[in-house]
């Protein structure tokens, strides 16, 4: 409990008038401290006739898992046994990795209940915590404020974006007749696995004629084949210190976790086996490949494990753990980030070393804060000096995309809202044996 602004200024008026009493009028210096006194016994009554803070209870409504960066609603209702005060104030402080807004805001009262609304806004991966709640309220006169706190110790886990890729993987699927993935398990002609011999027609590929069964059964025969399955998908994700960097208000890390997680869950939708390798100075995880629908929960899980570092990346060391722990032929996925082509070397020689056995994507995220430093038209010194530097940094990305085009590595280069989308373009050309 302490004293609202209301008492303090007319406890504070007494002052005045008894400093006045004493200098013009000695005798009246009394009326002063008794205005003082007065006050006081008016702060003590309102008081005694102010809702105890016993008599609040508190309940949340919020989620239990959050996607980063995506916002949900959530709700603080409190209710009064007895008597109630006609408003309640109330601020609520929440961890590092979570932001709520408006954490301070105030509320009538219907009914001995009050409910407030606020908006969680998830920063980081990890544990968002709801730490304390401070509620408040007045007297019947206005002298005093009844204040209370709660410890919380309210947690709610961070985790990848996993609604937006489910949605959008599910858009995937059930885009045209039939959905993505039916058609694509289906399709017959296009793929790189043998499925059936026929009659060859006029207007078919004539590598696709299998001369051996021509010369045995006297007649053109043509091999067909379909999108191959039960491919191993193996996710070599960098956890070093550049891609813990925000890009447009979000740690690269981050961005990489959502693509890699719509890939996993249409990659496993159509049979093939997924697992996730994740590194900064020295391997951190290495989930194991698996197969099946149900999957997807157990490496969404895995993934909202992957802590953020400060470390540099040591890809030597990763990438050859990575290469030996792969038994059967693999796609790999790599996602990664780096800034000119001394920085990138080591990764390109360890790049070039798992092409010997396996197909590799590369990820890299689009810088188009750079890209717009570049196009705007320079008008001080320093604008000049920000525009080279940014086309210098451009270049040297492009000189290490093209070196990783030659060594046979598919590139997946696109702004941040189509990275996910390019990536799984590129999976499926390689599903269907046409990379």
């Not at 399709?187 to 004629?209: C, H, N, P, V, Y």
């Not at 990305?397 to 590129?426: F, H, I, S």
Request: glycine residues 8%; charged residues 25%; neutral net charge.
């Amino acid at each position: 409990m302490y004293p609202t602004r209301r008492m303090v200024l007319i406890a504070g008026i007494g002052i005045p008038v008894s400093l006045l009493a004493a200098a013009f009028a000695p005798g009246f210096w009394l009326i002063g401290l008794g205005w003082i006194l007065l006050s006081v016994l008016l702060y003590f009554i309102d008081l005694a006739f102010a809702v105890p803070t016993r008599g609040l209870s508190v309940a949340f409504d919020t989620p239990a898992t959050m996607g980063v960066a995506r916002r949900e609603n959530g709700a603080l209702r409190m209710r009064f046994t007895g008597s109630a005060p006609g408003q309640v104030e109330t601020f609520l402080e929440s961890g590092a990795r979570l932001d709520i807004e408006p954490a301070r805001q105030s509320c009538g009262i219907e009914n001995n209940q009050a409910r407030a609304s606020f908006t969680l806004h998830p920063l980081r991966r990890g544990e968002g915590t709801l730490d304390r709640l401070w509620t408040r309220w007045q007297g019947p006169l206005g002298l005093v404020w009844r204040q209370r706190e709660d410890v919380l110790d309210r947690s709610i886990a961070i985790v990848p974006d996993i609604a937006s890729v489910k949605d959008e993987a599910l858009r995937l699927f059930q885009r045209e007749s039939g959905g993505l993935g039916l058609r694509l398990q289906l399709r017959s002609g296009e793929g790189a696995e043998f499925s059936a011999l026929k009659d060859f027609q006029a207007g078919m590929d004539r590598r696709t004629i299998d001369w051996k069964q021509t010369a045995r059964h006297g007649r053109l025969l043509a091999r067909e084949f379909q999108a191959e399955e039960n491919l191993h998908i193996v996710f070599a994700l960098d956890c070093g210190r550049l891609m813990c960097e925000p890009l447009r208000g979000l740690p690269r890390i981050d961005r990489a976790l959502q693509a890699l997680l719509l890939l996993a869950f249409v990659a496993l939708r159509l049979g093939d086996r997924v697992g996730l390798f994740a590194f900064d100075e020295k391997p951190i995880l290495s989930s194991g490949t698996t197969a099946g629908a149900g999957s997807f929960a157990v490496l969404q899980r895995i993934a909202s494990r992957i802590d953020y570092s400060n470390a540099e990346t040591n890809f030597t060391l990763g990438l050859t753990q990575l290469s030996g722990e792969l038994e059967h032929r693999s796609i790999v996925v790599v996602f990664t980030d780096f800034f000119d082509t001394t920085s990138a070397e080591l990764m390109l020689e360890n790049v070039s070393r798992l092409l010997a056995r396996h197909a590799v994507l590369f990820v890299s995220f689009r810088d188009e804060e750079l890209e717009g430093m570049r196009r705007e038209e320079p008008r001080t010194a320093t604008e000049i000096s920000r525009a080279v530097l940014a086309d210098t940094m451009l270049n040297e990305r492009a000189k290490v995309t093209a070196r990783l085009k030659r060594l046979g590595v598919d590139v997946v280069d696109a702004p941040l809202d189509r990275v996910g989308m390019r990536l799984l373009e590129t999976y499926l050309r390689v599903k269907q044996g046409r990379a």
